[in-house]
């Protein structure tokens, strides 16, 4: 979650589910930003679902990336992409327990969830219906962006909702010619703030021009392996989500010994 949008949200969330997956673990990835959804886009997807699948009182089976990942957002169930989705509070809040409870998602370690930005219905719904559901913060180095972390942070202890940690994006530029990393903005306000709020702080992305290409291709770019400075600084994320969340190994892994 995040108070503003842009930040990359998204983009920390389909990595991080990717990311995930390829390191063994079966993930679930929801979008439930229904006013803006960007994971099909992010992953090249374009599935729609039949009418078919919704009607037999089976459980509805998910959009597939490789063996391990499993996707819903809205879009899969839109007609048209470029349809204006207005939603009421109570049809989001349907909506979002229908992507729960209606959902094929099988046995999961990670469902990872990406929110629009602010704290209204979505993020609540998500409190009040997924107990033990856990928030990662994503923030951007300027101070206004550090002043709607301390929103996104209060809601948290309003909802009783506990805080995975912060991750400072588009920390620092990545330059395109040497591949160092080149500070921008004042960076290192989020490993503060998170010290202030005594809350884990995950690590630091630089903005790489790749990411956005990624984004629009379909090619998640952070996940990708490569070896640069912003998909290192994502492995280093990955990390401290495993260690932080008290995940055991992978099931497939558990099998094996
Ligand atoms: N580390 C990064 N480097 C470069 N571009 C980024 C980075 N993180 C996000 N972006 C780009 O910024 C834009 C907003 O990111 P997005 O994930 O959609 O934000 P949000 O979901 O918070 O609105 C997208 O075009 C995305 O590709
Ligand atoms: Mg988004
Ligand atoms: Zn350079």
Redesign the pocket.
Known sequence: M?G??????????VNLALGLANRGYKVGLMDV?LH?P?VCRMLNLDDKLSDADMEDGDLVPLMRVGDNLKVISLEYMMKDRDDPIIWRGPLKVQAIRQFISDMDWGELDYLVI?AP?GTGDEPMTIADIVKDAQALV?TTPQDVALADVRKSINFCKHVKMLVLGLVE??SGLVCPHCQNVVEVFKSGGGERTAGDFNITFLGR?????L??V???DGKPY?SSGQDSP?VLAFAGVLDNVEKNIGQKAPASLDMAG
């Open positions: 995040s503003k949008g842009g930040v990359g949200k998204s983009t920390v969330s930003d803006g960007d990406d930005p994503v994006n588009m992305i630089p903005i790489d021009p990411v956005v990624g984004g629009d952070l912003a």
